[in-house]
């Protein structure tokens, strides 16, 4: 494995430690706002199923071979590809999310890439909100959800993300690789915490009568895109960690998917929070 | 989903409430074990990749329309069938552990089967073992692993059965299925806890270089037949249990994967245990 040098705290004079980054899912809402926001820190290089265009390697990452070229000389993977739907059914999410999932680890290995940011999803334990929904949006509400809880996946979707949790653990303890698992809140291409849009309808699997449930839910669960840049940044730059499941969402005011974790382990301190 | 009546204990005269009983993988070591202990308290019926010298609806369970007709009619799944070494190589944990497990919760979802066993493994957790050999064994170390214990596979198979459990977890939660997921130790054919020909060679994984360390660590993992069959049955029979995560080793002298759950929630009184 490359050596990386004295932990250096990546916020020091003379930039990051790791800096050549390939990006898989390039294209979509995380990785737009990551290209944007860390493209002057990593070099950054991407991943993606069809061309975009900015340069890109173009594979299915359902392909181990073909996906294999784009990890040469990389020294960190940020997994965002997958079917990023909670619905999703089971035949996209065995080629998208089990099975692609594993290419992307397997291929970071071979490469020896040093460490891997997954982008897990807070529907690992998404049963939590689900048993709890409309009280748990509100201000005064007390219930917290850590790295901790038992895991209690809401659908097929969880349960890929749950799995590529696992997988991940299984190359930090076996291969010496450093992890880190997002189970990521809400992040919009808009940045809006109350797009309009989304407030139209009900999100999937939760029965949300009225906007302002949405609204509620919408304030509690949302990530700004700077914010999901600074997240994976610190990932990246952490010198001492190889292990980590964190949540993702801004500095909102409410919270039931616990951030203080991200904050004592990576040094997370988000920039954003939605209005109350 | 069909009605179970009332909560019977199933050790009150009048046998179990569930009867009709579908073994995945019957031929295998604990599938007969199975067969020998359990036949005459439920009406078993088989699921194998052969056809066997015993009844058995012969079908591949990574293809899901083949295994249906099996589930018809069936009241509990004990879902064995599965690549069981635990160097097994990726693409037979694709096919039989992921999509094989896959297969057979929906298949029993589908069928209305109301609780599915599934034989899970140690090696989901099993990086706690593989730190503490050799003095791990000793009867006097302290140490205990019990189903609260962050997951720590040592190998894709151990994934692929945090995998299985989270999976199950997901048809308890969205589907009102019963599951049992059994960490199963080890179980033999000849029922040998100090099997001369295990004996002869380490473990898969484990660097344990001499007889006695091997022996030790044989008196630790071991689960007898009937004690297989009797964890097997409680799981059928116990009236309220919605979900649970166990250990399945006898009553040895040294236990480093903790049993008292497994006795508090289902009532397992193993009948047997290793020698010192």
Redesign the interface.
Known sequence: MRETGTARDGSSDGGPVIRRVLITGAEGTIGTALREYLGDRYALSALTKESQPFPSHVADISDLDAILPAFDGVEAVVHLAASPAVETP?PSI?QNN??GT?NVF?AAHRAGVERVVFASSNHVIG?YE?DGVPDIYALDDPRTYDH?V???????Y??SK??GE??G??YV??HGMKVFCLRIGSVRGNDDPLDPEMLASSPALLDLATEEERRVRMRATWQSRRDIAQLVGRCLDVPEVTWAVVYGISDNPRQFWDISHARDLLGYEPQDGAPE
Do not use: C, H, N
């Open positions: 089971w065995l089990l099975i594993y397997e049963m689900f901790t038992e895991i209690r996946p809401d659908s097929l969880g349960v749950a799995y696992a997988l653990r299984y303890e076996r």
